[in-house]
């Protein structure tokens, strides 16, 4: 149990609470689903509560919560294009999903979803199915079109578009590994820094003396993981707009 406690890598184990099975599939239900459900239920019940009584001049959480909704839409208007914002809801949910899950995961005890790559594949892979389904219920074989670049010389075609086909295969791999990586680092840096300032502490007058290096580094590195949780979600949402642009505008580029 104590070997837990300084295991940085512990933080992220999946543990059952209601083990489930279904004709041989494991449907238990994990931490891991309880911290997607509670995302969910926090960033659901901020917005209604901020928004449900709408006043003339906002408060500070209608202010968040307008802002937010101002920030989206503005990202996906610049990424997309007017006709992009049909997706308005799904971007912004993807947004505050992956944000309140990033910030619950900064609670100490708490778990983490964001740190599963197969949580983050999961999301990547469902904006990259959207891209496609999408594309081609708009375009038809005309989405096809985004891997043919203009002005590309005939001989030079195959090998284009050969990378082109790669370069979007490799998007729900890329999208989802970022995430995971910076969340998953960050935490067990955290994590190390914390528990050398556990360790020092127990070694008297000298040892508390030498914890306040790995004591500043810690409180450093909580700021840097508040400021990293903001900045992935925007990032994913970014990236989320762009790739949304290559379904409305499969030529645009």
């Known amino acids: 149990m104590a070997g837990d406690k300084v295991d940085p890598v512990h933080q992220f184990v999946v543990n059952k609470i209601v083990p489930i099975e279904i004709g041989g599939i494991d449907f238990s239900f994990t931490n891991s689903s309880l911290f997607m459900v509670a995302a969910v239920v926090l960033a659901t019940g901020f917005l209604y509560l901020t928004t449900s009584q709408r006043g003339?001049?906002?408060?500070?959480?209608?202010?968040?919560?307008?802002?937010?909704?101002e920030f989206i839409a503005s990202m996906l208007r610049e990424g997309a294009g007017s006709?992009?914002?049909?997706?308005?809801?799904?971007?912004?949910?993807?947004?505050?999903?992956?944000?309140?899950?990033n910030l619950l995961g900064m609670v100490p005890y708490f778990f983490t979803v964001t740190s599963?790559?197969?949580?983050?594949?999961a999301l990547a892979l469902f904006v990259i199915?959207?891209?496609?389904?999408?594309?081609?219920?708009?375009?038809?074989?005309?989405?096809?079109?985004?891997?043919?670049?203009?002005?590309?010389?005939?001989?030079?075609?195959?090998?284009?578009?050969?990378?082109e086909v790669i370069s979007f295969l490799s998007?729900?791999?890329?999208?989802?590994?970022?995430?995971?990586?910076?969340?998953?680092?960050?935490?067990?840096?955290?994590?190390v820094f914390a528990g050398f300032v556990a360790t020092?502490?127990?070694?008297?007058a000298v040892g508390i003396g030498?914890?306040?290096?790995?004591?500043?580094?810690?409180v450093a590195l909580t700021g840097l993981e508040?400021?990293?949780?903001?900045?992935?979600?925007?990032?994913?949402?970014?990236?989320?707009?762009?790739?949304?642009?290559?379904?409305?505008?499969?030529?645009?580029?």
Do not use: W
């Open 116 to 121: 599963q790559i197969i949580v983050t594949f």
């Open 200 to 204: 020092l502490s127990t070694l008297g």
């Open 171 to 191: 998007r729900p791999i890329s999208l989802s590994v970022r995430l995971f990586a910076n969340m998953l680092a960050g935490h067990i840096t955290l994590k």
């Open 210 to 218: 030498g914890a306040v290096l790995p004591l500043a580094m810690t």
């Open 129 to 163: 199915l959207t891209v496609v389904v999408y594309g081609f219920y708009k375009h038809g074989f005309g989405f096809l079109g985004l891997f043919v670049p203009h002005g590309v010389p005939g001989a030079l075609l195959p090998l284009v578009v050969a990378i």
């Open 56 to 69: 003339l001049i906002p408060g500070r959480l209608q202010s968040v919560s307008e802002l937010s909704y």
């Open 83 to 101: 006709h992009g914002m049909k997706f308005f809801p799904m971007v912004f949910s993807l947004f505050m999903f992956v944000l309140t899950a």
């Open 226 to 253: 508040f400021l990293v949780a903001f900045l992935q979600a925007y990032v994913f949402a970014v990236l989320t707009c762009m790739y949304l642009n290559d379904a409305v505008h499969p030529g645009g580029h």
